[in-house]
């Protein structure tokens, strides 16, 4: 594998589940971001990750929970989610905060 | 209001055609990131710069740091190319903040 991947890439989940997106990046970059793009809407960012230690949140909500347990991996934990948390959630990694981020192909979420 | 604005927000080439999308953005800013994302969600980092020009094959990302105004510019347009190109800026700081994008179609 190279580049950045997540899994799953779809997820439909109901209003009461429990669930996780992933994120693995094998380019041996420090910094990690999780976006959220909603249709016709610019990315959010909702978290930012340097050598493991949150270094952003964007006033995301509670039910969102983000962990990162090395530099390499990022996960999303979801719980009692909305239906307008639909999206497409990306997450993206750059050598050092700030720098060129490249992208996973995303997750694309639907609540019901 | 967003900070960073693209024009136009759609665009319909022919094959071959030269392609320019304007990016202009309301703060000063450390570096602008192009990207490319295809129909299915994934982003490709296309440019990033911070002052002048850089050319990658076909496309060329220009920047005017007192105008506060970026142009892609695509020659020999194909339909491979046919994408939503998203404009970034990074004011002073670690976060970037995004256009809505341009999207692209190129018609053989």
């Known amino acids: 594998e190279t580049g950045v991947t997540q899994t799953p890439r779809h997820l439909v989940m109901g209003m009461t589940n429990k669930k996780s997106l992933k994120c693995e990046q094998h380019?041996?970059?420090?910094?990690m971001y999780w976006y959220k793009q909603s249709a016709k809407k610019p990315l959010e960012l909702m978290f930012v990750?340097?050598?493991?230690?949150?270094?952003e949140n964007n006033s995301v909500p509670s039910r969102f929970s983000p962990e990162c347990p090395n530099s390499s991996h990022l996960f999303l934990h979801l719980h009692t989610l909305q239906p307008e948390d639909s999206a497409l959630y990306l997450c993206?990694?750059?050598?050092?905060?700030?720098?060129?981020?490249?992208f996973g192909p995303g997750t694309r979420l639907t609540v019901l | 209001k967003n900070e960073v604005e693209q024009s136009p927000q759609n665009l319909t080439a022919q094959e071959g055609e030269f392609i320019t999308i304007n990016c202009s953005y309301s703060?000063?800013?450390?570096?602008l990131h192009w990207l490319q994302q295809h129909p299915g969600g994934g982003i490709v980092s296309l440019f990033m710069?911070?002052?002048g020009k850089k050319k990658h094959g076909r496309l060329i990302a220009t920047i005017n740091i007192q105008e506060k105004h970026s142009s892609l510019h695509i020659t020999a347009s194909h339909p491979r190319d046919s994408a939503v190109y998203i404009c970034?800026?990074?004011?002073?700081?670690?976060?970037?903040?995004f256009g809505t994008g341009t999207s692209l179609t190129v018609i053989p």
């Open positions: 993206a990694s750059s050598q050092q905060l700030g720098g060129e981020q490249f």
């Open positions: 380019l041996g970059h420090n910094a």
């Open positions: 990750y340097s050598l493991e230690e949150r270094v």
């Open positions: 703060v000063g800013i450390s570096a």
């Open positions: 710069l911070s002052s």
């Open positions: 970034a800026v990074r004011p002073t700081g670690n976060q970037f903040y």
